[in-house]
């Protein structure tokens, strides 16, 4: 128990400590200086998600790093295991990004603020016209250049296993273009079980896929595209 309360105390500090660059962040966008905010971003989100899972006593292992597309935009698409899979991409994986978050994410008090800042879409899940404006304004934020993140599992899978991929999710790839990288995680899901809050520590590994590039094939059936992503997320689930 102690852990768990170290965690939450070094979580809300953390957040704390971070105002005065969100104060920071925030007046670049307001002031209209887009790239020093992005900049201000990449430097601090990553070490931040990275203290989040230190804190917690696990180690995490990369496996695929060689596979991550430097200078393109790119739609990584991951399984889903717990709590700790953002702070798990955000921290391990070399490259900035943003999410498709759910709309409960939006209230919570300055991580929401970030995630704005990282240019982060939030969806209400239960609504099918604001899910359809949401992937919308995700493809936009691709073709911006924001690499973005999508769960197409749309919920944590309770004992790690790969649940059913829903197929709209891809529209974000098919209407950027933008190449998909697989992503797999596994382990996470025993730092935090799902429906309890005691942290415990695990050996996480991350398993980044080569790149999936879009076809005409593809951009007509999401269908296929959706079913050779989650093979490859699948294939590299230990």
């Not at 990553?46 to 597309?69: C, F, M, Q, T, Y």
């Not at 769960?151 to 974000?172: H, V």
Request: some cysteine.
């Amino acid at each position: 128990m102690f852990r768990t309360l170290k965690w939450f105390i070094g979580f809300w500090a953390s957040l704390i400590m971070l105002i005065p660059k969100s104060r920071k962040t925030r007046v670049l966008e307001e002031s209209g200086d887009f790239e020093k905010r992005d900049e201000m971003v990449a430097e601090v989100v990553p070490n931040w998600a990275r203290k989040l899972i230190e804190l917690s006593g696990s180690e995490v292992e990369v496996v695929g790093e060689e596979n991550l597309p430097k200078d393109e935009t790119v739609l990584f698409v991951s399984n889903h295991q717990g709590n700790f899979d953002i702070p798990l991409l955000l921290g391990y994986i070399d490259k900035p990004k943003a999410f498709m978050a759910k709309k409960e994410m939006e209230k919570m008090p300055m991580v929401s603020t970030w995630m704005k800042y990282m240019q982060c879409v939030f969806m209400d899940r239960d609504n099918p016209r604001e899910s359809l404006k949401a992937i919308k304004q995700g493809s936009e934020k691709l073709k911006e250049g924001y690499s973005m993140v999508i769960f197409p599992e749309g919920t944590r899978s309770e004992d790690g296993q790969l649940k059913d991929f829903k197929q709209g999710a891809f529209k974000l790839a098919t209407k950027s273009k933008v190449p998909i990288v697989p992503v797999t995680i596994s382990g996470s899901n025993r730092i935090m079980e799902k429906g309890s809050i005691k942290i415990n520590p695990a050996k996480v590994k991350l398993v980044i896929a080569e790149p999936v590039y879009m076809t005409e094939e593809y951009e007509k059936d999401t269908k296929l595209l959706s079913e050779k992503i989650k093979s490859v997320i699948e294939g590299n689930l230990s």
